[in-house]
């Protein structure tokens, strides 16, 4: 095997990882940028990641019969995306309008939605004859990477670009959206004026609990998403107790090492996702439990060199994790 090669598959496989990253980032992203602060990201993962595998298992097992591929994609997806969302509105209402404390707030969300996919987990596993949550071969296919005519034979930019699953394309042309949405059009113009300063946002007419709700809802569901993406593709369509845990909290320290910017959580998904499947490229003869601390060490190191440089651009949202009262405004 040439180093071409193995920098192919070191690639690969850094994009597969950091991919569910990307969502719980990206999601995170939308949600901080409204002012709320929700590190219940772990529970919106776990809980999309039991949905959307068992929107596809409990369809089948009810049919009897294998699903489609498209079929299967569509209702992961919407299945991950209503959980998530669902676990984000909970958050919403205690949060936005009992004004609850939020560092608090999340953490019991994370409590919650790790329990929440666990439990679901075992309990549907347990109505397939197999004794585990699984879905078709069928509908597991949907998650296969994809061959892509001419582009994929292109010679080392094939594999390196175009040999993904659907979820990876989809991931990146969020991240794109996302980017465009948040600087080029008023929604997102009046979503980030909601986080810097809301009371002056609320003088010119823009409803703050509005866009708190939508942005930190939008946002829970495409963390649903990327909790799917691990039980889908990481795990092949088999439920595995636990499977995402620690991905949540990554990805809430991927939010600063992108800061805040959804095309700088393209690279930073990428280099943590590198960083998490470091040891089966370089073995360096220390204990697994050390590699686990690599992404947590760059985050530390971008939080170093940005304080020091003392960039606007690349500060939080000034009203993140403040409760905002409008009687005081």
């Known amino acids: 095997m040439t180093n071409m090669d193995t920098f192919i598959f070191f690639f ?33 993962m776990f809980m999309g990641a039991v949905s959307g595998l068992s929107a596809v298992f409990l ?3 009810g049919m009897g019969v294998e ?9 992961a997806i919407l299945g991950s995306f209503i959980a998530g ?16 404390q939020q560092n608090v707030t999340g953490l019991a969300l994370t409590i919650f939605g790790v329990g929440f996919g666990n439990f679901f987990g075992e309990v549907f596993g347990r109505r397939s004859p197999a004794g585990f949550m699984t879905i078709s ?34 991931a990146v042309l969020l991240a794109v959206f996302m980017a465009i949405f948040l600087n080029y059009t008023r929604w997102g113009l009046n979503l980030r004026a909601v986080g810097e300063n809301p009371a002056t946002a609320d003088a010119a007419s823009i409803n703050v609990s509005r866009y708190k709700y939508l942005a930190t809802c ?4 495409i963390c649903g998403i990327g909790g799917m993406y691990i039980s889908m593709v990481t795990t092949s369509g088999v439920w595995v107790h636990n499977s995402v845990y620690g991905f949540g909290w990554i990805s809430v320290a991927l939010v600063i090492f992108a800061t805040w910017n959804p095309t700088r959580a393209l690279l930073g998904a990428l280099v943590f996702g590198g960083l998490t499947i470091l040891r089966f490229y370089l073995p360096l003869g220390i204990p697994m439990q050390i590699y686990d601390t690599f992404p947590f060490l760059a985050t530390i190191l971008v939080l170093i060199f940005t304080s ?22």
Not at 85 to 100: D, E, K, M, Q
Not at 314 to 325: C, E, I, R
């Open 12 to 44: 690969n496989a850094a994009v597969l990882a950091g991919t569910p990253l990307l969502f719980g980032t990206l999601g995170e992203i939308l949600t901080e940028k409204s002012g709320n602060l929700n590190l219940g990201v772990e529970g919106m």
């Open 59 to 61: 369809l089948e097992m």
């Open 67 to 75: 699903i489609p591929a498209v079929t299967a994609v569509i209702l």
């Open 85 to 100: 969302a669902f676990g984000a509105l909970i958050y919403s209402v205690l949060v936005v309008s009992l004004r609850t």
């Open 137 to 170: 071969g069928a509908a597991r296919y949907g998650f296969a990477n994809l061959r892509i005519p001419v582009l994929s034979d292109i010679p080392v930019l094939g594999p390196l670009f175009f040999n993904y699953n659907i979820l990876v394309y989809l």
């Open 218 to 221: 939008i946002g829970g569901g």
């Open 308 to 329: 020091i440089r003392q960039i606007k651009e690349h500060s939080p949202p000034a009203h993140l994790g403040v409760n905002y009262f409008r009687e005081e405004r």
